[in-house]
């Protein structure tokens, strides 16, 4: 991930990885809970304490929020890269791993996933996972003046400022209610991110002419009837014609992300 690739560049290079979260997550999910449709059943989630501890744990506070965080710091075998200024690629859960543990988020499959991606990559890289508390959703309205789409953006200024990371090169990742919440940033911060990825996600409250200046990749999964194609393809063709840089994957036998 050269500081001087295209955006379009990056698409190639991160996302035929990133497509697979899709069925990474929904295999994480057993097949008694896949069949009951509980879209925000916790049962599924078993901690990985030797991977979550592979993160550092850190928290921002803002106007009564608390956003508990995980970051790892991976990449950069090549020679000079470890003065390189890394990249940022966030990872944003579905419902079902809200909380304020910490670690429910990192055990994701698509997290583990992401991990060895990047720690097999040449160029250094920061991986950020934080968890939305039980009583928000990543795209929520203003809330006291604030939503949590505003509280990962303050998370992502600060850990810029404090890893030396490049602002210039942030990439999001998230499925169901956490592609929710990237759907929302795209509208609300069209120029923070250089690339994003959405997976079992429908767009809602989405302002079309910010997010078409994102590079974007959305999954479906066709047996998914909770964010099923009807419900995002309109979306991306709008996009299409408004020149956006947007594909359209759908999964074959996959269900929807819980």
């Known amino acids: 991930m ?28 057993p097949p008694v809970a896949a069949q009951t449709r509980q879209p925000y059943d916790r049962t599924p989630y078993r901690i990985d304490t030797a991977f979550v501890n592979l993160f550092d744990a850190g928290s921002l506070s803002l106007c009564g929020i608390t956003l508990p965080y995980r970051i790892a710091r991976l990449g950069g075998s090549d020679a000079g890269a470890e003065s390189a200024a890394p990249a940022v690629v966030v990872y944003l859960h579905s419902r079902s791993a809200s909380g304020n543990d910490n670690a429910k988020p990192v055990s994701r499959g698509a997290v583990k996933r992401l991990y060895e991606h990047l720690a097999a990559g040449h160029t250094p890289a920061l991986l950020l996972v934080p968890q939305c508390p039980d009583n928000r959703v ?45 759907w929302r940033m795209l509208s609300d911060y069209p120029d923070l991110f250089a690339a994003a990825m959405v997976a079992g996600s429908y767009p809602s409250r989405v302002n079309e002419k910010n997010a078409a200046r994102t590079p974007l990749c959305c999954v479906v999964g066709d047996s998914d009837d909770v964010a099923p194609r009807t419900k995002v393809e309109p979306t991306v063709e709008r996009l299409k014609k408004r020149g956006a840089d947007v594909r359209f994957v759908e999964l074959a036998a996959a269900d929807h992300v819980k």
């Open 2 to 29: 050269n500081p001087h690739i295209t955006h379009t560049a990056i698409m190639k290079h991160f996302l035929p990885t990133a497509v697979v979260l899709l069925v990474c997550a929904a295999a994480s999910v």
């Open 138 to 182: 990543w795209s929520e309205r203003y809330t006291n003046g604030w939503q949590m789409t505003a509280v990962v953006k303050e998370t992502l200024d600060t850990i810029v400022t404090r890893y030396g990371a490049d602002p210039r090169r942030l990439y999001v990742f998230a499925d169901a209610s956490g592609g929710a919440g990237v």
